[in-house]
């Protein structure tokens, strides 16, 4: 009977297989690592939005309150949107009848709000609360950066529930006295311990539960 394989054919073989399992290991950690990127949470990438609003220039050049336009981030799950009312209380005078405000105008006539395309939106399965974070001395730099900088406000952060569990696992070095929740570049020390529980569940923060239901 002729020999079908060579004598190197089993070497050879062995070298395809070794080198598919490789490459095939190479994809899934590639895969991977894009699915984890950055990128692929939307972090520095801005969205298009109605109106181009500008933090830098309100909340950074004028100075103005982050609960000025986001009052009800002290007390309630959402940190709340401003109203186009509110917008214009000051663009009544300043840059009133500019184009790029036109949105303010319809939402009043329609009587809907602006359409602000979220940065932050958590998936439905998924719980947060404003007012607990920021009660308990969580700045909001912590969370969302440097806003009153962005010329157009970007995210910072991933908000994946790794993240999330990086803090809960031991929040208290990341924590700082309630007072200068609002500090902007503040690098004082942690005060240690939670400030004040304003106690909407009892138990461990990095039980299921606490975040899904
Ligand atoms: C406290 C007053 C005040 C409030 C409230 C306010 N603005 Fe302004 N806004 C200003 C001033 C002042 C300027 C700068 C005008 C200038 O430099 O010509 C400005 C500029 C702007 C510009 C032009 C930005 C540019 O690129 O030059 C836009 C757009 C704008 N504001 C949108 C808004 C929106 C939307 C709201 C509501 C969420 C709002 N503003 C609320 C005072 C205010
Ligand atoms: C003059 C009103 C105004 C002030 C003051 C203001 N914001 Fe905003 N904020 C807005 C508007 C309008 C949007 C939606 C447009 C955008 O994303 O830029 C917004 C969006 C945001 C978002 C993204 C929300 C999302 O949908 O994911 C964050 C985070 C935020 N603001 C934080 C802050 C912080 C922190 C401060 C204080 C340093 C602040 N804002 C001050 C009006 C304001
Ligand atoms: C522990 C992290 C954390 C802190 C601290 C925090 N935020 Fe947020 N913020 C989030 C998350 C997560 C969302 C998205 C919430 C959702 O989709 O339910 C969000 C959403 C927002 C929004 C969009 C409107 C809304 O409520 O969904 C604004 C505006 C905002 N944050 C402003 C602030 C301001 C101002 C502060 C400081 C007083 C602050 N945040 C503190 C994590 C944080
Ligand atoms: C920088 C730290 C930090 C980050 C980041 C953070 N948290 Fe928290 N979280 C805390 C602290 C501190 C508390 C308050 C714990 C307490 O009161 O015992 C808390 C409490 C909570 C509670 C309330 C528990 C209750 O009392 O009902 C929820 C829900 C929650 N976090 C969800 C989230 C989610 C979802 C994310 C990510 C999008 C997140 N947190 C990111 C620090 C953080
Ligand atoms: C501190 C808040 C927090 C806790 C605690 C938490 N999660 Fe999550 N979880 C999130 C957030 C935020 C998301 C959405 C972002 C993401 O997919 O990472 C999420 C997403 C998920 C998803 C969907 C993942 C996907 O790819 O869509 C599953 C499944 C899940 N969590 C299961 C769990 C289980 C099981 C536990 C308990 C062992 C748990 N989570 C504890 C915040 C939390």
């Known amino acids: 009977m002729p020999q079908i394989f060579s004598p190197q054919a089993d070497s050879t073989l062995r070298l395809a297989v070794a080198l598919g399992l490789l490459a095939l290991v190479a994809a899934l950690v590639l895969a991977w690592s894009l699915a984890r990127s950055d990128r692929a949470w939307g972090v520095r990438q801005p969205l298009a939005q109605p109106i181009p609003f500008s933090h830098a220039l309100h909340a950074g050049g004028l100075g103005m309150d982050c609960r000025y336009c986001h009052s009800t981030v002290e007390r309630a799950a959402g940190a709340g949107m401003p109203t186009a009312e509110l917008c214009l209380g000051c663009h009544e005078q300043v840059w009133a009848g500019a184009a790029v405000l036109a949105p303010l105008r319809s939402a009043i006539e329609l009587d809907i709000p602006i359409a602000w395309r979220s940065l932050h939106r958590l998936p439905d399965h998924a719980r947060f609360h404003h ?10 730099e912590t969370c969302h950066g440097a806003v009153w900088a962005m010329p ?44 004040e529980h304003v106690g909407l569940t009892a138990g461990s923060i990095t039980d299921c539960y606490t975040c899904h239901r």
Do not use: I, Y
Request: some cysteine; aromatic content about 6%; proline content about 9%.
């Open 152 to 195: 157009q406000t970007v995210k910072v952060e991933p908000m994946s529930m790794g993240w999330c569990l990086d803090c809960h696992r031991n929040p208290e070095p990341a924590l700082r006295p309630r007072e200068a929740v609002f500090d902007r570049g503040w690098a004082g020390a942690a005060p240690g311990g939670l400030a």
């Open 131 to 140: 007012a607990v974070h920021v009660q308990n001395g969580v700045g909001c």
